[in-house]
Structure formats: structure tokens, C-alpha cells
């Protein structure tokens, strides 16, 4: 009987742990920074302009630690080229601040910049403006 309960016990057991859930990451958050002298929507602009954009982006909670940030550009509908990649400290790894003084071809047409945040769990988050060139 005493073996019993204990294999019943034991049972029960691994049932509790096998139905406790693993918190569920969250995306990082990302946003574009507005306000004078920043280019935060997608706009018209002229050839060789230079603009300046920036992101502020925050982990989800505190587990949600900040780990990598790229920016990518792609002209024309082309491919997408990283221009700049950073992986963050842990002293960063809460929130993360980034301007980049980005100066358009000399050529019309598009130019997509993405900028993309990821955090220890392996969540994306990403924020985009697209210029047109004129």
C-alpha cells in the first residue's frame, strides 16, 4: 500500500509540473522618435537630403531583456542590406536609443529603412519609413 501511494503521489507530482505553463515572452517595443528635426513617416524628399531618424525601444517586462538591434535599408524594392547591427549589453537590455543621420541617393526612387529590435527570447519587433525620392 505504502508503495502505491507513493507512485500515486509521484504521479500527481509530475502531472502539476507538466501543466505548469513557461511565461510567454512579449515583443520588445519600438517606436520611431518624433518631434523637431525628425523624420518619423514615410515622406517625400528631395536627392542627396539628409534627414535625421531615431528609435526608442523598451523590453515588454522584465524578463524580456533587449539583446540585438539592426538597421536594414532596401532601394527600388531591391534586397535588404543591414547598414548597422548592435548587440546590446545587459545594461542596455531594458531600453535603447539610436539616431542615424541618413542621407537619401542621388537618384529618384524608393528607400525603405527597417529598424529592428530583439530581446532574449528571440522576439522581433520592427518599425519602418519608406522615402520617396524625388
Not at 505553463?21 to 528635426?37: C, V, W
Request: charged share 20%; net charge neutral; hydrophobic share 30%.
Amino acid at each position: 500500500m505504502k508503495k502505491l501511494t507513493t507512485i500515486f503521489a509521484t504521479v500527481v507530482a509530475l502531472s502539476l509540473l507538466a501543466s505548469c505553463d513557461k511565461e510567454e515572452g512579449s515583443l520588445p517595443n519600438i517606436e520611431m522618435k518624433t518631434g523637431s528635426g525628425y523624420t518619423s513617416s514615410n515622406a517625400t524628399v528631395s536627392k542627396n537630403q539628409t534627414l535625421l531618424v531615431g528609435i526608442t525601444a523598451s523590453n515588454a517586462g522584465t524578463a524580456d531583456v533587449l539583446k540585438s538591434f539592426d538597421a536594414s535599408r532596401i532601394y527600388d524594392g531591391g534586397s535588404s542590406n543591414s547598414f548597422y547591427s548592435e548587440a546590446l549589453s545587459v545594461q542596455a537590455g531594458d531600453e535603447y536609443r539610436k539616431d542615424f543621420n541618413i542621407t537619401t541617393r542621388n537618384e529618384e526612387g524608393t528607400e525603405k529603412y527597417t529598424f529592428t529590435v530583439t530581446n532574449k527570447d528571440g522576439y522581433r519587433n520592427s518599425v519602418s519609413v519608406t522615402l520617396t525620392v524625388k
